[in-house]
């Protein structure tokens, strides 16, 4: 899995995180399922840490967590959520202010159903978290969290709060800040948004 993504462009900065949090590096992740084929063997590796949990379903936020959703359910033979971010009417103020929903066709369908919910990459974790409110909200119980990769700590030690387990194929460090302890705000650097 390293190969794969040491091979992703990234950028060193000062972004804002969809979490609300800061951090220096941005990776592109936009162009890691293109080659289906070179991902697959990832795909099935991560299946199995997933079946140990005896999910019913996989759910994945819009866009590559969706990506990895469809082939890991395909593999393992299970149903498939998909959620969407919702347009908040103001940027929310605070951290994890971001909102997914389940398309209408979906919502009915997710009550009982046990979901392993996956992310492409999971640092925060801000949309595996909205995905899990919106799965939960329509009646499913959550059978574990999914990662090619963690970075980071702040998405592990959430979810080992609630209990949730994570299986992920690599980990790597990540710096991450709250935007009130942010060295790059601090020393003035523009906060992009990409």
Known sequence: MSEI???LPSR???FLLESGYHTELWLTLDAL???PAAIAPYVAALAEKLRVHAPTAIGGPLL???FLAQALAMVLGVKL???EPVAAAAEPAGLFGARYRLPGGQIARARGERVAVVDDVISAGSSVRAMIAALTD???AIAAVGA???LGEAGLTHFAGQGV???MLGKRDFPLWHPSECPLCRAGMALERP
């Open 81 to 83: 959520f998909v959620a």
């Open 33 to 35: 399922f293109v080659e």
């Open 165 to 167: 387990p994570v299986e």
């Open 5 to 7: 993504l040491d091979a």
């Open 138 to 140: 329509a009646g499913a």
């Open 64 to 66: 590559g967590g969706a």
């Open 148 to 150: 090619l990769l963690v």
């Open 12 to 14: 060193r900065g000062h």
